[in-house]
């Protein structure tokens, strides 16, 4: 099946400093990608998604390119804050793309201090 | 935000003792999940259902078993709970919005068996 590498952490930045979270998979087809939060006692939630190779998901200030170049879909912040403290995970199906399961990273946890 | 319930959201119990998590949904989305957290693992799918009656097992499915007798009902549950079931548990709910892809995860289970 599919699956994900995302670098581990954990990673402390100070507020206002540039963010990358790395993530590289390998995949059958072109599957969606995905980045989810996960923030101190919650689930995780969608932070963006990108569907075909080249397409640039965004949210929040995140954002994330799809390249099958490189096979990675890293995650970039220009200017963290203190509320962007949480775990990242990068996800994709599983198998296929009509598979409706996800596989995701170990997830990076992510600490922005002021 | 989708509306996902878990039930209980905080559990201690002891092993060899039957446990069952409930998972409610009122999105009527066709898919659900139920996943462990752990450290140093992420996330891990233990079961899924497709459908009313339909499921199957995921990466980890060793002792646990699910059932779902209607749309917005998922039930896990652990015959006879083991220390090393103690985890967190998340539902997820996916289908009918956005893409099938697309996940929406419940406030999870804190689960410690001792």
Redesign the interface.
């Known amino acids: 099946g599919n699956s994900v590498t995302q670098m581990e952490g954990p990673v402390t930045l100070s507020e206002e400093a540039f963010l990358t979270i790395n993530c590289t998979y390998t995949a059958t087809g072109y ?2 990608l ?1 980045w989810y939060v996960q923030y101190p006692g ?5 932070l963006l ?1 990108a ?1 075909k190779a080249d397409d640039k998901g965004s949210n929040k200030g995140f954002e994330a390119t799809y390249r099958k170049e490189t096979t990675s879909f890293h995650l970039e912040k220009g200017s963290v804050q203190v509320s962007d403290s949480a775990v990242y ?1 990068c996800a994709l ?2 198998s296929g793309a009509g598979s ?8 990076t946890k992510l600490s922005v201090i002021p | 935000d989708a509306g996902i319930t878990q039930s209980p959201r905080h559990k201690v119990t002891e092993t060899g003792t039957p446990v069952t998590l409930r998972c409610h949904q009122t999105e009527n989305h066709r898919y659900m999940y139920w996943y462990r957290q752990d450290p140093g693992h992420g996330l891990r799918l233990i079961h899924y259902s497709y459908g009313v009656k339909d499921t199957d097992k995921g990466e980890v499915s060793d002792g646990y078993s699910v059932s779902r007798s209607k749309t917005e009902d998922f039930l896990l549950t652990l015959e006879s709970a083991t220390s090393s079931q103690t985890s967190v548990y998340f539902c997820a709910i996916s289908g009918d919005r956005g893409s099938y892809n697309e996940q929406f995860f419940g406030p999870g289970t804190r689960l410690t068996v001792l």
């Open positions: 599957p969606s995905f919650e689930g995780l939630q969608l998604k569907t995970f199906p599983y409706y399961q996800l596989t995701f990273g170990k997830g």
